[in-house]
């Protein structure tokens, strides 16, 4: 393989912990990958990195992110947000703050999101985790959110029905 700028010969090297890998294509600034195969070109010092399984990748960084025990920063929000599909303003609206908000803090103006939009957003990642079906029932829920406050009214019935051991909403 040579180089795209100078068109030497590259070198082969795997990444290693004390020569890693920065993983800025993640948009997160502190990721680093080690065990990757990387050219590494030994005149203007380019490097390219062979990244297999990076949807695997992207999984294993979110679970980790959801499971990290402080507080998210806007760059770990952005990157769960983005990673599970949704926009900013229907996310912004799951969490119950304005896209305003969201946007600030995903852009590092706001530390984070308090504590309780922290969970919340931690829940909603990995409920998406779930599937395309339940990324759909968040996005239809955000939608709902977004609209324009209706007047209360009374509340509704709700009937439901048991259909061979298992309920179901009925009509």
Known sequence: MNCDTCDMAMRERK?????????????LSNVSLVGITMHTCP?????????PRIAELHDVLARSLIQKPTLLNGEE?????????????????LLGITPEHLSRVENGHTSNLGT??????RA???????????????????EQLAEPQR???SPRSYF???EQQHWKAAA
């Open 15 to 27: 990444a290693t912990r004390q020569k890693p890998y920065r993983y800025d294509l993640s948009g």
């Open 43 to 51: 005149q203007c010092g380019g490097e390219v990195p062979v990244i």
């Open 77 to 93: 929000i952005r990157f769960l947000r983005k990673h599970e599909g949704f926009p900013a303003q229907k996310f912004a609206a």
């Open 116 to 121: 309780s939009a922290d969970r919340l957003a």
């Open 124 to 142: 909603i990642a990995t409920i998406a985790k779930d599937g395309e079906a339940a990324r759909e029932v968040l996005l239809q829920i955000a």
């Open 151 to 153: 007047p209360v009214q």
């Open 160 to 162: 439901l029905k048991l």
